[in-house]
């Protein structure tokens, strides 16, 4: 078998015939400028083939109930392929119950592990430990006896209250004995009693009479049949049993089940399920398993600042019915509809919220026509209003699931406080904590906890492989650089860097050999700090006989990189060229390679510094979303500044839970929740924000770059303007997609038919109507320039640009466009095909665009992701350009390249999901290189002495 792996003439989207020689079981890295064709090479050649392959090697049955076959790759050959594993950005899981602890399996060890050596205390008596005897141990009590001493082995009759001796005297003939005891007292079946059973009789059915005999360990028929006599006591009742002795007068009580000696509580054995929130059997009932409750909070709902008048209740801006309804009330009532809402009482604020009253009924005048009419309704309050509303949603739509999500609190269910599990099963105990309480610590505190964990000789010996197989889980974790997250964290709440580095973690465990590895930006994320750990990781999954190939921009893997491909020079037109593979060393000496005069310092990533004066701060009072320590920050104005933080210490509770919530309300007249902060001052200053975040743009196929950037309109007026156009009495909308009448209806726009090959990927074939146009021949018969709007929607952003040169307003946007290189994108490209980092230079170029009024707010998500080193400059530049036209630019970002030059750095800390975050440095960069808490700080210290420092 060969030492690599062969590409042979590769063309998926806008690849160009490359051929490449990949070598295998090595770290590779594939870089390159955005749109240059590295996700085209590794992922939708080399792992689309691979996945195809495999899927192909599986029978027909199969292959037809496995969806999502790949499509066939566009590549002539390749040699030597292994099977392909990708691990993307995409998130685990959306499931609201599946936690890091289900998805890494840590969990379901976490269960074996409880079953297997627990501390089970009692529901009604915590003091209590309930425990289980064996016949063994039974048999060691009995030998601890006093030499020639009597006692009774006894069964409780626990299953019915008995009302005479001869009820008891027929029970016991019916069971086959002869003694039973009553209160002490030992009577036979045949004996006269005129003694009276109590209300509280104990009753016990004797099963044996036996003599602590001197050396009875010795005497296997004694000892057999105690063994006997026990097991038969077991097999009565309740599964519990007594020994009494006839000569100190005291019994022992014994249990096969997990049992209370006070209030005689006991459960069954433990199995693993018991522990399982998926199942209505064991999980809390009243949170549906989901340790929290959604609830709507004044807080959440309630604008304070704001009158009745002025739509204070957010839930209800805007909406005439539930406002006459209001003033109606208030007005019965006789509440001030102008007076801010923190100035009402709190009787007020009780009627207007929660009163309700199914007999209360109210005038109210409503707009008909010319006519003022007068109806009747009961008036239904907010909160049960807003509650009603959330439970019937899922029968609504999913718009008014959306909109009222928005101001839902999730409170921790008060029964089982969190837990998610029955109380029964939150009392058994591992190292004194229950199973909720290790899934709630950190991945790093629960790594210490399992540690330094005691054990008797006898649990450890039982528990050894539990706790290596956890042990090693939470390891691999720790190496990709997630310590801090929790165990019981939600999936559905990790980011796109942290799900990829779970499966990378899980990958590494499983310890699979000659495996293709297909990798996203696995840094995204990642503070420079951590990179290490996430290296070595890569490093040792390479080392298992594994092929790794990266789609990476970050130096430092480069550095540690087996084996470099650079796609160069430009994206789309020229970007198919690989103008370098080889190690990093040789690549530090390449003269076609930027990347390599990146890496070797010739050229660098830099600004020219400005000195920008400090005179005014947007402050945030009081910050304790989710972790922060109640914080107070000062965002300078008119400055660029980057918000930096150490892995999971919450940049965006900070920025784009409280701050762009804040500011979207204030200019935008928006209804997002903002709570959690005391107050943000001086936002007066500003009158416009733009937040360009990491979700996608509209996900319709009819969306593409053209419809999102608002070109198409003004592309459509050409086409309109044409004089075949006007000969027809054709308007602009007949170029929309939207319009039915002048649309391909056979392919529905797509321009492609696909044909279900069951067994065997899909088959895309052009459409016969329209020919892959999209739009009816006589649409097509309208030209500009000798092309039509199909042929135009079918141009990249570079050829566009030249077309339209004559066309201003056309120009403006596709000039923005390529600006943030995007210049190799089709106008026509279809919103859901495109990756969430072009998605954000998408929305960056539509807001750029615009007209900046120099009181605008732009705040960036880490826009460096997906991006190379001579991108990066040219972001930097458009950033630099805002901020010299009076614009306050505020980046989330753990880029150093980014970080290094701008004006203003704000580092949160000190690290972690489950620790306090806390404000550790707000300053200029000649300050934060001395601050020794700040790992930002210590990270540019290297940086600059390597790169700026000559």
């Known amino acids: 078998m060969s030492d690599f792996l062969e590409v042979k003439w590769a063309s998926t989207h806008n690849l160009k015939n490359i051929s490449i020689n990949i070598p295998k079981n090595k770290l590779v890295v594939v870089t390159g ?132 001796f001869d009820e008891v005297k027929k029970e016991i003939l019916d069971i086959g004995f002869i003694r039973f005891m009553v209160d002490g007292e030992v009577f036979s079946i045949w004996d006269e009693t005129s003694l009276k059973l109590k209300k509280n009789s104990k009753i016990y059915i004797v099963i044996d009479r036996l003599i602590r005999e001197k050396n009875l360990e010795n005497d296997e028929n004694m000892i057999k049949r105690i063994r006997d006599s026990l097991s038969q006591a077991y097999k009565n009742w309740w599964n519990i049993l007594e020994i009494y002795s006839l000569d100190s007068k005291k019994s022992s009580i014994f249990s096969s089940e997990a049992f209370c000696p006070i209030c005689h509580y006991s459960l069954p054995d433990l199995t693993i399920s018991n522990f399982s929130f998926n199942s209505h059997f064991w999980a809390c009932p009243t949170c549906h398993w989901l340790g929290v409750r959604p609830v709507f909070l004044e807080e959440n709902i309630i604008n304070p600042n704001l009158t009745l008048n002025e739509w204070a209740i957010l839930p209800w801006s805007q909406h005439k019915y539930y406002t006459e309804v209001l003033n109606a009330v208030c007005k019965k009532y006789k ?161 796109g860097g942290e799900s990829q580095r779970i499966r990378l973690a899980t990958q590494i465990w499983t310890r699979l050999e000659g495996i293709i590895y297909v990798l996203d930006e696995p840094s995204i994320g990642l503070h420079p700090r951590d990179n290490n750990m996430l290296i070595q990781n890569l490093k040792r999954l390479a080392s298992l006989g594994n092929t790794v190939i990266v789609v990476e921009h970050d130096e430092d893997i480069m550095r540690e990189s087996d084996h470099i491909i650079d796609i160069w020079p430009a994206a789309w037109i020229h970007g198919w060229e690989v103008v370098f593979e080889g190690t990093f060393k040789d690549i530090l000496k390449d003269k076609k390679s930027d990347t390599g005069a990146y890496l070797s310092n010739k050229k660098i990533v830099k600004l020219d510094k400005k000195q920008r004066e400090i005179k005014w701060f947007l402050e945030i009072i009081g910050a304790r979303e989710n972790n922060l320590k109640n914080i107070d920050v000062k965002i300078p104005l008119w400055l660029f500044t980057v918000v930096t933080w150490a892995s999971g210490s919450g940049k965006s509770s900070l920025i784009l839970d409280i701050l762009s919530n804040y500011l979207q309300n204030s200019f935008l007249r928006s209804t997002r929740p903002v709570w959690k902060v005391k107050e943000v001052k001086w936002a007066r200053l500003l009158d416009k924000v733009i937040i360009i975040d990491q979700s996608p743009i509209w996900r319709t196929p009819h969306s593409n770059v053209a419809t999102y950037t608002g070109v198409f309109t003004f592309i459509r007026e050409v086409f309109a303007s044409t004089q075949e156009a006007q000969k027809r009495w054709f308007w602009p ?162 880029n150093l390249d980014l970080i290094a030059n701008s004006d203003y750095i704000i580092d949160i800390g000190p690290e972690g999901w489950d620790k306090w975050w806390e404000l550790i440095f707000s300053g200029k960069i000649a300050d934060i290189v001395k601050c020794d808490k700040s790992y930002t700080g210590q990270a540019l210290k290297s940086y600059f002495k390597n790169k700026w420092i000559k």
Not at 379 to 384: D, G, K, N, T
Not at 438 to 448: H, M, Q, R, T, Y
Not at 450 to 473: A, P, T
Not at 787 to 795: C, G, P
Request: with cysteine; net charge neutral; charged share 25%.
């Open 335 to 495: 509440i001030d509809c102008n007076k801010p809402y923190w100035e009402l009482n709190s009787k007020e604020k009780w009627i207007i919220l929660n009163w309700t009253s199914d007999i209360f009924e109210i005038p109210f005048t409503f707009d008909f026509g010319q006519e003022r009419k007068i109806y009747k309704t009961k008036y239904e309050w907010i909160i049960p209003n807003l509650e009603r509303k959330y439970l019937e949603s899922d029968k609504a739509s999913d718009n008014l699931l959306k909109k009222l999500s928005q101001y839902i609190t999730e409170i921790e269910c008060s029964e089982c406080g969190g837990y998610r599990l029955k109380q029964e099963y939150l009392n058994v105990f591992v190292g004194w904590k229950n199973i909720w309480e290790i899934s709630n610590l950190s991945v790093d505190k629960a790594l210490d906890f399992f540690r330094k964990l005691k054990m008797s000789e006898n649990e450890k010996i039982i528990s050894k492989n539990i706790l290596k197989n956890i042990c090693e889980r939470l390891e691999f974790l720790t190496g990709v650089g997630l310590n801090y997250i929790t165990i019981s964290r939600r999936a559905n709440t990790l980011s």
């Open 733 to 894: 909308g007949v170029f929309s997609f939207n319009t039915r009448w002048w649309r391909c209806e056979i392919c529905e726009w797509s321009g492609v038919k696909k044909i279900e090959m069951h067994f065997l990927p899909d088959v895309y074939v052009e459409c016969e109507k329209c020919h892959g146009s999209r739009y009816n021949l006589e649409t097509l018969e309208i030209h500009y320039k000798w092309k039509n709007i199909s042929e135009v929607l079918n141009m990249d952003i570079e050829e566009a640009l030249d077309f339209f040169t004559a066309h201003p307003k056309i120009k403006r946007i596709l000039n923005v466009l390529n600006d943030v290189w995007l210049g190799y994108i089709k106008l026509g490209q279809s919103a859901p095909t495109l990756s969430w980092w072009e998605s954000q230079r998408i929305k960056l170029a539509f807001d750029l665009s615009k007209r900046s009024t120099s009181k605008t707010i732009y705040i960036l998500d880490e826009p460096t992701t997906g991006l190379h080193f001579s991108d990066i400059q040219k972001l930097l530049n458009i950033l630099d350009n805002l901020v010299d036209k009076w614009n306050t630019v505020l980046v989330i970002e753990h």
């Open 33 to 164: 400028v955005s749109g240059s064709g590295k996700s085209s090479l590794a992922f939708d050649t080399i792992y689309a083939e691979g996945q195809r392959r495999y899927l192909e090697s599986l029978s027909t049955y199969a292959r037809m109930i496995i969806s999502g076959i790949s499509d066939e790759t566009r590549v002539d050959e390749i040699k030597w392929l292994s099977p392909t594993i990708s691990i993307n950005q995409k998130t685990v899981s959306s499931n609201p119950r599946s936690t890091v602890g289900t998805i890494t399996e840590i969990y379901d060890f976490f269960r074996l592990l409880f079953t297997t050596i627990w501390v089970w205390k009692c529901i009604n008596h915590p003091e209590i430990i309930l425990k289980k005897d064996s016949i063994g141990d039974i048999l060691d009590n009995i030998l601890k006896f006093k030499i020639w001493e009597k006692f009774l082995i006894l069964s409780p009759l626990l299953h019915k209250t008995y009302l005479s």
